[in-house]
């Protein structure tokens, strides 16, 4: 049992690159989210998936698009990088509806030249 | 508005003694529930303890427990016996139960604990 899974844990980018972050976990967990992570600025929700087939923006979602692939794959996708971009990028996972623990991936650091 | 509030941007203690990590939040929701989460210098997210708002009692996980007092809307973080390995960045978090099937959590900008020896 991995829990969260994400991929890459480093990743270095030039301006106008695309990528796409990986995550999957291994618990059954219908709800699945991004975040980005920044000094001072705590977690920010990027995009969450509610159950599969099913995507919202959340706070800072500019950017960035999503695939909830099945219920244990949620991947990100940066299509045009930018150095606002520069983040430290987490997944995490929530079983539903009354779940009550969200478990985060390990995090993948995103430098953006 | 900010819905949860950590006033503490760092916080020093020593080792053995207990410390508090102040949260205080802001909803109409009757049902939610509150989370820390742990965040070491290593970087991972480490869940803690968890508070539902109809929990009658305090939660309690082994050193950590949660000073929930309702009326106040406040959900402090209490570590007793800090140990070294307790210096990280604590984050508290908040989950409305009435928006829809929506499962996010609302983050506080997290306070930095220092234990020292």
């Known amino acids: 049992n991995a829990g969260v899974t994400q991929t890459p844990k480093f990743q270095v980018l030039k301006t106008g690159q695309s990528m796409t972050l990986q995550c999957a976990q291994d618990?059954?967990?219908?709800?699945m989210y991004w975040y980005r992570q920044d000094p001072g600025m705590g977690l920010r929700l990027i995009y969450y998936?509610?159950?599969?087939?099913?995507?919202d923006k959340g706070e800072v979602p500019n950017g960035y698009n999503v695939s909830r692939l099945n219920k244990r794959e949620f991947s990100l996708r940066l299509e045009s990088a930018a150095p606002s971009q520069t983040s430290v990028y987490f997944c995490?996972?929530?079983?539903?509806?009354?779940?009550?623990?969200?478990?985060f991936g390990p995090g993948t650091r995103l430098t953006v030249l | 508005a900010q819905k949860i509030t950590q006033t503490q941007p760092g916080m020093f203690v020593q080792e053995k003694e207990a410390v508090t990590l102040d949260c205080t939040y802001d909803?109409?929701?009757?049902?939610?529930?509150l989370f820390w989460y742990k965040q070491p210098s290593s970087g991972e997210m480490i869940f803690l303890i968890y508070?539902?708002?109809?929990d009658q009692q305090n939660a309690t996980e082994g050193r950590y427990s949660l000073n929930f007092q309702k009326a106040r809307k406040s959900a402090n973080l209490v570590i007793s016996a800090s140990q070294l390995g307790d210096s990280a960045m604590y984050f508290c978090?908040?989950?409305?139960?009435?928006?829809?099937?929506?499962?996010?959590?609302?983050w506080g900008l997290g306070t930095s604990l220092a234990v020292n020896p």
């Open positions: 998936s509610a159950s599969e087939g099913t995507t």
């Open positions: 978090a908040m989950r409305e139960d009435n928006a829809g099937n929506n499962r996010k959590l609302i």
């Open positions: 909803t109409s929701d009757p049902s939610y529930g």
């Open positions: 995490a996972s929530l079983t539903g509806p009354w779940g009550d623990t969200q478990y």
């Open positions: 618990m059954n967990h219908n709800s």
């Open positions: 508070q539902g708002s109809y």
